[in-house]
């Protein structure tokens, strides 16, 4: 089996070497031998691991949760209910923050009708002071507006 230096490992998965030695550090990503000289040692194995990892975390998942997963299937303990699960919580995250933007979007159209009623009522070159007509939104953030807690159709949370 051939291998390669961290440098080839990082260029053929698309990331960086400290991205690799990071995923090691985690548990991601196994400790690689090194060479008499110290150096590490990929295949292109390891490379299948990293674009794995890298599109599980493009997924959503976080590193730790990833570490943790491989480490149970590692052990022989099938994370499979713990993946689904983990993957049911992005979903719902990511519909959150549909709801929230659809809230935040609601928001800003409504205040550019209110812009536009004021500016057709005020005279050519007057002020027509439309920053004092913003809306007072939680914390100053129209566009990440503070989740609801909501209630889950299972009944948890």
């Known amino acids: 089996m ?4 961290i440098g080839e490992a990082a260029r053929r998965a698309g990331i960086s070497p400290d991205l690799i030695r990071y995923y090691e ?7 690689a031998p090194r060479t008499a000289g110290g150096y590490r040692q990929y295949s292109d194995e390891t490379v299948a ?4 990892a890298r599109n599980a975390i493009r997924f959503g998942f ?18 499979c209910k713990s993946v689904r699960s ?6 719902d995250a990511m519909d959150q923050r549909l709801i929230d933007l659809q809230e935040a979007r609601g928001a800003i159209a409504a205040t550019l009708a209110a812009w536009d ?3 057709s009522q005020t005279p050519d070159g007057a002020p027509a002071r439309l920053l004092t007509m913003i809306p007072n939104l939680e914390r100053g ?10 209630a889950h159709a299972n009944g948890r949370d």
């Open 62 to 79: 976080s590193s730790k949760e990833l570490a943790g997963f491989l480490k149970a299937r590692a052990k022989g303990q099938p994370p």
């Open 49 to 52: 691991r990293l674009l794995f």
């Open 2 to 5: 051939a291998t390669f230096g």
């Open 117 to 119: 009623e004021r500016m």
């Open 86 to 91: 983990a993957g049911q919580k992005l979903l």
């Open 141 to 150: 953030e129209p566009r990440r507006p503070r989740p609801r807690q909501r």
């Open 25 to 31: 550090r985690v548990g991601i990503l196994p400790l």
